[in-house]
Structures are given as structure tokens and as C-alpha cells.
């Protein structure tokens, strides 16, 4: 966790919506590796003129999901490791370090990763580089249907990295940041736990449908921002190419939302720099320390909550801590899971 006292009461920030370039045809590692460096290249001068356009209190810029490889679709776990993960210190990072120490902003995305921790495994994760191009924040995706996540391996994820680790706050000089990754966005206990520690900006890196009309993705960005009484910063793909996918699938409605739940900027489809706000966090913490009705925060009872928590199974933690598994292993999990939930009746 950074910790920085030099603290802003406003700046600007940016969902920056760019078209991701898959490496699913990349022959081998090399080429692959080619691939990614050329989405860096492509990205450093869009991001250059997006802060030369929006000004010079541009401090941060959330990139989509997954944004230098695309997803994987048929390659085994071991494959899409080898092809498209990233080194936990490796060359793309320092890259993308370099571009956030030029223009002295929080360049914040999502990438699959290595743990050398965690042999023949890899993690979706949301990334936070600060202005000196060091990473401040580093969180693992909870919840996926087709990756492993630190719940797959949880005893020995605690053991590795702790509580705080699974869910990690930055304290940074433009408030307190904190990442959800995609569909996460769904799923309002992470969240939760996130604000619990301090988060007022929610970095939300996703690849997802785009509509005019209202997604339930997007009531979920309004609720997340409205419960939590926090940011959403909300960057979508402006599509997917060279995937067999077609390209437009997930594509437009990059946002920011404040914590009222008041959308303050959207773009439509393609790549654009249209997505940009002022983040007032003096107003955001003077709400907070508001009494009153709306404040929702302050009025949380958790206590009611946890006994239902702790009694509760659904999904199955540590499924992959002690054997080698393949993709099938996912969705035959989710199935036992449905299966079990209704022999007890609760679906």
C-alpha cells in the first residue's frame, strides 16, 4: 500500500478506450511477446495527446480489461501462460512504468500474470503504476468463470500474501484507489470489502457488450458508486481484433461515475479520449463525514451480515491448490456447485 500526504483536492481522470489487438494467433512466445510491445507502442501516443487535449491535471488514466492480449479462447492454461502472461517484473511493465513517469500520472489496467509462487498457474490482474513508474497496487481477479483466482488457491494465497493483499487499497496523493475487475463490478461484496480498507476510487478495467440501453453492468457501476459513495472509472475495449470474435462484440460506454451515482462523462463506440472528468474528492469526503440520510456508508451494519456469510457455501475455495487442472475443470465445478445448492433446496 502507497501512502502519500501530499494529497490533491481535485484533478481530472480518463477511461481511456482503445481497441485491444489479441495475441491468440501469435505462433509462440516471441511473436506474442512482439504483439504486446506493439499495443504499448500504439498506446503511449494516444495517451500523450488524450492528456495534451484534457490538460495538464490529467493525473490518472484507467486502460481496459485485458488491453495488451485479448483472452484466451481454446488455449490451455499452460499455453496461455506461456503465450500472454506477463513477468510480475517484467519488460511490459517497465514500459507502461516509463509512459506513467513521463506525464507524471497513475496509469492503472489489467493484464493475465506469473506468480513464480504459484508454478503452472496465472491471475487476471488489475494493476495501479504510480508517476515514479512503480506498480502501488496489484489485485488479483475473485471472481472468473474460465481463469484461476486466488480463491482457487486460497489457503495458500493467505498464506502468501494476506487479507490485505487479496484486497489492496493504495493510499496515493489523488485518494484512495482501489481496482474491480470486469464482471466484478456484479459482484457487490468485493466492493465491499474494498471500501472497507479506505477505497474511494473504484478503477473498473472491462472488455463488455456496449448498449444505448441500460446493461446491468452499467446499473451495477451506479449502484457500486452510489452504495460505497465512491468514484467509478470505467474503461471498455473499443473492441477486440484479430480474435475470431467479431471485432465490434465489446465495444463503447466507457465511464465515470461519481458517488452520487451521477454519470459525468460516457463515450460511444471506437477508440476515444471522450470519457473524462474532474474527480472532487474534497466533496466525496465531506459527504462521507456527513450525517444524515444519504450517507449510506456510516450507516452499514455489517455485524447483520456476517453470521450468513460464515454459515454459507457456494463456490468452492482451494479446487486448484493441489492438482493440475484443464479448462474443463471450471464449468464441471460450477455444475457440482448448482447441483449441491439444489439438494439443499436454496435454488
Same mark, same amino acid.
Given at each position: 500500500?502507497?501512502?502519500?500526504?501530499?494529497?490533491?483536492?481535485?484533478?481530472?481522470?480518463?477511461?481511456?478506450?482503445?481497441?485491444?489487438?489479441?495475441?491468440?494467433?501469435?505462433?509462440?512466445?516471441? *511473436?506474442?511477446?512482439?504483439?504486446?510491445?506493439?499495443?504499448?507502442?500504439?498506446?503511449?501516443?494516444?495517451?500523450?495527446?488524450?492528456?495534451? %487535449?484534457?490538460?495538464?491535471?490529467?493525473?490518472?488514466?484507467?486502460?481496459?480489461?485485458?488491453?495488451?492480449?485479448?483472452?484466451?479462447?481454446?488455449?490451455?492454461?499452460?499455453?496461455?501462460? *506461456?503465450?500472454?502472461?506477463?513477468?510480475?517484473?517484467?519488460?511490459?511493465?517497465?514500459?507502461?512504468?516509463?509512459?506513467?513517469?513521463?506525464?507524471?500520472?497513475?496509469?492503472?489496467?489489467?493484464?493475465?500474470?506469473?506468480?513464480?509462487?504459484?508454478?503452472?498457474?496465472?491471475?487476471?490482474?488489475?494493476?495501479?503504476?504510480?508517476?515514479?513508474?512503480?506498480?502501488?497496487?496489484?489485485?488479483?481477479?475473485?471472481?472468473?468463470?474460465?481463469?484461476?483466482?486466488?480463491?482457487?488457491?486460497?489457503?495458500?494465497?493467505?498464506?502468501?500474501?494476506?487479507?490485505?493483499?487479496?484486497?489492496?487499497?493504495?493510499?496515493?496523493?489523488?485518494?484512495?484507489?482501489?481496482?474491480?475487475?470486469?464482471?466484478?463490478?456484479?459482484?457487490?461484496?468485493?466492493?465491499?470489502?474494498?471500501?472497507?480498507?479506505?477505497?474511494?476510487?473504484?478503477?473498473?478495467?472491462?472488455?463488455?457488450?456496449?448498449?444505448?440501453?441500460?446493461?446491468?453492468?452499467?446499473?451495477?457501476?451506479?449502484?457500486?458508486?452510489?452504495?460505497?459513495?465512491?468514484?467509478?472509472?470505467?474503461?471498455?475495449?473499443?473492441?477486440?481484433?484479430?480474435?475470431?470474435?467479431?471485432?465490434?462484440?465489446?465495444?463503447?460506454?466507457?465511464?465515470?461515475?461519481?458517488?452520487?451515482?451521477?454519470?459525468?462523462?460516457?463515450?460511444?463506440?471506437? *477508440?476515444?479520449?471522450?470519457?473524462?472528468?474532474?474527480?472532487?474528492?474534497?466533496?466525496?469526503?465531506?459527504?462521507?463525514?456527513?450525517?444524515?440520510?444519504?450517507?449510506?456508508?456510516?450507516?452499514?451494519?455489517?455485524?447483520?451480515?456476517?453470521?450468513?456469510?460464515?454459515?454459507?457455501?457456494?463456490?468452492?475455495?482451494?479446487?486448484?491448490? *493441489?492438482?493440475?487442472?484443464?479448462?474443463?475443470? %471450471?464449468?464441471?465445478?460450477?455444475?457440482?456447485?448448482?447441483?449441491?445448492?439444489?439438494?439443499?433446496?436454496?435454488?
Amino acid at each position: 500500500m502507497a501512502d502519500n500526504t501530499d494529497n490533491l483536492d481535485s484533478f481530472r481522470a480518463l477511461a481511456l478506450q482503445v481497441t485491444c489487438h489479441a495475441v491468440n494467433q501469435a505462433r509462440d512466445r516471441t *511473436e506474442a511477446r512482439s504483439l504486446i510491445q506493439n499495443s504499448i507502442n500504439r498506446l503511449a501516443p494516444k495517451i500523450a495527446a488524450s492528456i495534451a %487535449f484534457i490538460g495538464s491535471d490529467c493525473r490518472l488514466i484507467v486502460l481496459p480489461e485485458y488491453f495488451l492480449t485479448g483472452f484466451p479462447m481454446g488455449e490451455s492454461l499452460t499455453g496461455w501462460a *506461456e503465450k500472454a502472461c506477463l513477468e510480475m517484473a517484467g519488460a511490459e511493465y517497465e514500459a507502461l512504468g516509463k509512459i506513467a513517469q513521463k506525464h507524471q500520472i497513475f496509469l492503472a489496467g489489467n493484464a493475465y500474470e506469473l506468480d513464480p509462487k504459484f508454478v503452472g498457474l496465472y491471475f487476471q490482474t488489475s494493476f495501479v503504476i504510480d508517476p515514479s513508474g512503480s506498480i502501488v497496487l496489484r489485485y488479483r481477479r475473485l471472481n472468473s468463470l474460465f481463469a484461476p483466482t486466488p480463491h482457487d488457491v486460497w489457503d495458500k494465497y493467505l498464506d502468501c500474501y494476506g487479507l490485505e493483499g487479496v484486497f489492496p487499497v493504495a493510499k496515493t496523493e489523488i485518494g484512495n484507489l482501489a481496482a474491480l475487475a470486469s464482471e466484478e463490478i456484479l459482484y457487490p461484496e468485493v466492493a465491499r470489502c474494498l471500501v472497507m480498507r479506505g477505497a474511494e476510487i473504484f478503477l473498473h478495467s472491462t472488455s463488455e457488450v456496449y448498449s444505448k440501453n441500460l446493461t446491468p453492468k452499467d446499473a451495477a457501476k451506479i449502484t457500486r458508486a452510489v452504495e460505497n459513495m465512491a468514484y467509478v472509472v470505467s474503461a471498455n475495449t473499443a473492441g477486440i481484433v484479430n480474435s475470431s470474435i467479431p471485432s465490434a462484440s465489446v465495444d463503447g460506454g466507457s465511464q465515470i461515475i461519481d458517488h452520487r451515482g451521477i454519470v459525468l462523462a460516457q463515450t460511444g463506440a471506437g *477508440e476515444s479520449m471522450a470519457a473524462f472528468a474532474e474527480i472532487d474528492l474534497a466533496a466525496l469526503r465531506r459527504d462521507r463525514r456527513r450525517t444524515g440520510l444519504n450517507n449510506l456508508l456510516s450507516r452499514q451494519r455489517f455485524e447483520l451480515y456476517a453470521q450468513s456469510y460464515n454459515q454459507s457455501h457456494f463456490y468452492p475455495a482451494n479446487t486448484m491448490l *493441489e492438482a493440475e487442472v484443464d479448462r474443463k475443470h %471450471f464449468i464441471q465445478t460450477q455444475q457440482t456447485t448448482i447441483e449441491r445448492l439444489a439438494k439443499l433446496g436454496i435454488i
